[in-house]
């Protein structure tokens, strides 16, 4: 459980550190006029999250399994 504890924390700091880096760009395109830029990046920021998301369970179910 520590293993998949940690593992949850370490992705939650990887969509955190997506999440700011993609709404600094978003506050840029924001202030350039940029409408489509944003929308990409808010796309580019579902995507993001959902792949982490992804890559996290995949993961944690490698540590259930090898625990057997």
């Known amino acids: ?3 998949i504890a940690d593992l949850e ?3 939650k700091a990887k969509i955190a550190e997506r ?3 993609l709404k600094d760009e978003m506050a840029g395109a924001a202030a350039a006029g940029e409408g489509d830029k ?3 990046l808010q796309q580019r920021l579902v995507n ?5 998301q992804a ?3 995949e993961k ?3 540590i259930r ?3 057997g």
């Open 48 to 52: 993001e999250r959902k792949k982490l």
């Open 9 to 11: 924390s370490r992705f």
């Open 38 to 40: 944003i929308a990409d």
């Open 55 to 57: 890559d996290l369970e």
């Open 65 to 67: 399994r090898a625990k």
């Open 60 to 62: 944690k179910e490698q």
């Open 1 to 3: 459980k520590q293993q």
């Open 19 to 21: 999440e700011i880096a």
